[in-house]
């Protein structure tokens, strides 16, 4: 039997490692981009966080890098910040650190690590190289995050397993998160995000910490075991301890910190309170209420029948024997018996984690793998062995994986059709000019998902990036996107000139979304000029005289910054 469980761990890890690869290159062919292509493909923070990876990568030696990222100038000039300790780039620094030494020791045995060829784009534009292997810095750090979460399907297989008492509930957890995959990760779109590297430690966080319940005596390597995966699962991610923090049953007041916009966040979703940072957030599509249709989701997949079942089972029998027990006092023999706090910690950490993800829909990553779980103690005798003896309890389990199989082969096939080849011409247009007609020291203001790019690609010095978690930040923001707001055009020039920027780039996009432009968020941060041409406007039809246009293509304009008493561009 542990032979066999063996083998289903790694064929779960595998499957799952190869899933990912597999809709990330239909996804964007990121085998046969160029390297800039591939580095415009991390968009947003992810270009931010991968462009300190190839700092590292760069640089004359380890510990060169290391020192650039502690004391970097460019991020948000022209202040130093140590970025290692601001956006939690310890993977970055271990996969740098093992991607030089794995090219150094190929290299020094004569042993090729990457293939390329030239790539015809057509359409009149020039060919591309593009490699492939894990000598190429791209292909050497996804294929890690790949690995990472192949194992962490180990790992819920191992979990699942464990939670039943039964090989079937680390099936039923496995398949229930293929069949739910969309509603269950985004690491095979995005993965240079701290969750990419965190959640899997969660996972062996969770498994450890149901042992330990189960232990009469825990054993020590177990408690050293999971203070480790605490530290692994808050090293990479910013937001792990609020993630903890549904485990404990108080919190602690720490005060007005660089953290209290999460409040604000929450306090805007049941009150009418609102305001730039609020804004900010609910205007993306993933910070909003969880959609109906993700509950049609699961209801299809049987996912959210089975969870009812089993919560309902766990509730019955904690309120009987919670009865007896209140005559009897035979606590011991209810822990032995039933295993009450595992699969009481487990049903408050699903309903902890729903509450989570109705109110923000980004974190039914965190719901959807956890229903999984508790999909597994469908399997489980103790729970359903008053049901029927045990071969007709399997029969009905694998009639119940015909019946998910349904609507869940349906859902991977919906995956495995996504295809696509990541082209971004317009970015690539700007970011050839800017590193052809700018000094290496020109400073830049604009978007935050653009200022992760130019950061990654032009390597210029950037004022505002979107790692928006920053108290400090988030006010620098408010200072750049004063170009998206109705203020008159010398008030927001002064202010880039006061955070030294040289050149501002500016999209159109930006102001004139429907529904939730930076012009309508900025009347609520601004009312007194609400009503007015948003300067957004004025600078797409002429930047002057506080402006000037230095480049423009159909996504596009930089500005040059004409400052006080001088025109000169450094």
């Given at each position: 039997?542990?032979?066999?469980?063996?083998?289903?761990?790694a064929?779960?890890?595998?499957?799952?490692?190869?899933?990912?690869?597999?809709?990330?290159?239909?996804?964007?062919?990121?085998?046969?981009?160029?390297?800039?292509?591939?580095?415009?493909?991390?968009?947003?923070?992810?270009?931010?966080?991968?462009s300190?990876?190839k700092?590292?990568?760069?640089?004359?030696?380890?510990?060169?890098?290391?020192?650039?990222?502690?004391?970097?100038?460019?991020?948000?000039?022209?202040?130093?910040?140590?970025t290692?300790?601001?956006?939690?780039?310890?993977?970055?620094?271990?996969?740098?650190?093992?991607?030089?030494?794995y090219?150094?020791?190929?290299?020094?045995?004569?042993?090729?690590?990457?293939m390329?060829?030239?790539?015809?784009?057509?359409?009149?534009?020039?060919?591309?190289?593009?490699?492939?292997?894990?000598?190429?810095?791209?292909?050497?750090?996804?294929?890690?995050?790949?690995?990472?979460?192949?194992?962490?399907?180990?790992?819920?297989?191992?979990?699942?397993?464990?939670?039943?008492?039964?090989?079937?509930?680390?099936?039923?957890?496995?398949?229930?998160?293929?069949?739910?995959?969309?509603?269950?990760?985004?690491?095979?779109?995005?993965?240079?995000?701290?969750?990419?590297?965190?959640?899997?430690?969660?996972?062996?966080?969770?498994?450890?910490?149901?042992?330990?319940?189960?232990?009469?005596?825990?054993?020590?390597?177990?408690?050293v075991?999971?203070?480790?995966?605490?530290?692994?699962?808050?090293?990479?991610?910013?937001?792990?301890?609020?993630?903890?923090?549904?485990?404990?049953?108080r919190?602690?007041?720490?005060?007005?910190?660089?953290?209290?916009?999460?409040?604000?966040?929450?306090?805007s979703?049941?009150?009418?309170?609102?305001?730039?940072?609020?804004?900010?957030?609910?205007?993306?599509?993933?910070?909003?209420?969880?959609?109906?249709?993700?509950?049609?989701?699961?209801?299809?997949?049987?996912?959210?029948?089975?969870?009812?079942?089993?919560?309902?089972?766990?509730?019955?029998?904690?309120?009987?024997?919670?009865?007896?027990?209140?005559?009897?006092?035979?606590?011991?023999?209810?822990?032995?018996?039933?295993?009450?706090?595992?699969?009481?910690?487990?049903?408050?950490?699903?309903?902890?984690?729903?509450?989570?993800?109705?109110?923000?829909?980004?974190?039914?990553?965190?719901?959807?793998?956890?229903?999984?779980l508790?999909?597994?103690?469908?399997?489980?005798r103790?729970?359903?062995?008053?049901?029927?003896?045990?071969y007709?309890?399997?029969?009905?389990?694998?009639?119940?994986?015909?019946?998910?199989?349904?609507q869940?082969?349906?859902?991977l096939?919906?995956?495995?059709?996504?295809?696509?080849?990541?082209?971004?011409?317009?970015?690539?247009?700007?970011?050839?000019w800017?590193?052809?007609?700018?000094?290496?020291?020109?400073?830049?203001?604009g978007?935050?998902?653009?200022?992760?790019?130019?950061?990654?690609?032009?390597?210029?010095?950037?004022?505002?990036?979107?790692?928006?978690?920053d108290?400090?930040?988030?006010?620098?923001?408010?200072?750049?996107y004063?170009?998206?707001?109705?203020?008159?055009?010398?008030?927001?020039?002064?202010?880039?000139?006061?955070?030294?920027?040289?050149?501002?780039?500016?999209?159109?996009?930006?102001?004139?979304?429907p529904?939730?432009?930076?012009?309508?968020?900025?009347?609520?941060?601004?009312?007194?000029?609400?009503?007015?041409?948003?300067?957004?406007?004025?600078?797409?039809?002429?930047?002057?005289?506080?402006?000037?246009?230095?480049?423009q293509?159909?996504?596009?304009?930089?500005?040059?910054?004409?400052?006080?008493?001088?025109?000169a561009?450094?």
């Amino acid at each position: 039997m542990r032979q066999l469980v063996g083998i289903q761990t790694a064929l779960a890890g595998l499957a799952h490692w190869y899933h990912l690869s597999y809709l990330f290159e239909n996804d964007r062919h990121f085998s046969h981009l160029s390297t800039l292509e591939k580095e415009m493909a991390f968009r947003t923070e992810m270009g931010l966080y991968y462009s300190y990876y190839k700092t590292i990568i760069e640089a004359p030696s380890f510990a060169s890098g290391l020192h650039s990222i502690m004391n970097d100038r460019l991020t948000e000039y022209p202040l130093v910040i140590n970025t290692l300790k601001r956006f939690n780039l310890y993977p970055e620094v271990v996969l740098a650190s093992w991607y030089r030494m794995y090219t150094s020791t190929m290299d020094f045995f004569g042993i090729s690590t990457k293939m390329c060829w030239s790539v015809n784009r057509g359409e009149g534009l020039s060919p591309v190289e593009s490699c492939e292997g894990l000598g190429d810095p791209a292909h050497f750090y996804v294929s890690f995050v790949f690995l990472l979460n192949g194992v962490m399907m180990s790992l819920f297989f191992l979990y699942g397993t464990y939670l039943s008492g039964s090989w079937l509930g680390g099936t039923t957890t496995v398949l229930c998160f293929f069949f739910n995959h969309g509603e269950s990760t985004r690491v095979m779109w995005t993965p240079p995000l701290r969750e990419s590297f965190s959640y899997p430690f969660l996972v062996l966080q969770m498994l450890l910490l149901t042992y330990i319940l189960r232990s009469q005596i825990p054993r020590r390597r177990a408690l050293v075991a999971l203070g480790v995966s605490n530290v692994l699962f808050m090293l990479p991610w910013q937001f792990a301890q609020f993630v903890l923090l549904t485990q404990v049953s108080r919190k602690q007041n720490n005060g007005k910190t660089s953290s209290a916009h999460i409040s604000s966040l929450i306090k805007s979703k049941f009150t009418s309170y609102k305001d730039f940072d609020t804004l900010m957030y609910t205007c993306a599509a993933e910070f909003d209420f969880m959609e109906r249709e993700t509950l049609f989701r699961f209801l299809r997949t049987l996912l959210l029948p089975i969870n009812l079942l089993v919560v309902t089972v766990i509730f019955s029998f904690s309120v009987f024997f919670g009865f007896i027990l209140n005559y009897l006092y035979f606590w011991l023999l209810f822990s032995m018996c039933f295993s009450s706090s595992q699969l009481v910690f487990h049903t408050l950490q699903l309903m902890a984690f729903a509450v989570l993800a109705v109110l923000i829909m980004r974190l039914k990553l965190f719901l959807t793998p956890q229903m999984c779980l508790m999909g597994s103690l469908i399997c489980s005798r103790q729970l359903f062995g008053w049901l029927t003896e045990r071969y007709k309890h399997q029969v009905m389990v694998f009639a119940m994986f015909s019946m998910m199989a349904v609507q869940g082969v349906s859902n991977l096939q919906a995956q495995w059709n996504i295809m696509g080849e990541f082209s971004n011409l317009p970015q690539e247009e700007l970011l050839q000019w800017i590193q052809d007609n700018t000094s290496p020291d020109s400073v830049f203001a604009g978007a935050m998902p653009t200022m992760a790019s130019v950061k990654l690609s032009a390597l210029r010095p950037i004022v505002n990036h979107p790692h928006y978690e920053d108290a400090g930040l988030r006010e620098r923001t408010k200072l750049v996107y004063a170009m998206y707001s109705r203020m008159p055009a010398d008030v927001v020039r002064k202010n880039l000139e006061k955070l030294q920027v040289d050149y501002y780039i500016l999209e159109d996009s930006w102001c004139t979304k429907p529904g939730c432009s930076m012009p309508e968020i900025w009347d609520v941060e601004d009312p007194k000029n609400k009503g007015k041409v948003p300067l957004c406007t004025i600078m797409s039809r002429d930047a002057r005289p506080h402006f000037i246009t230095v480049f423009q293509n159909s996504v596009y304009k930089v500005l040059r910054v004409l400052r006080t008493g001088s025109k000169a561009v450094r």
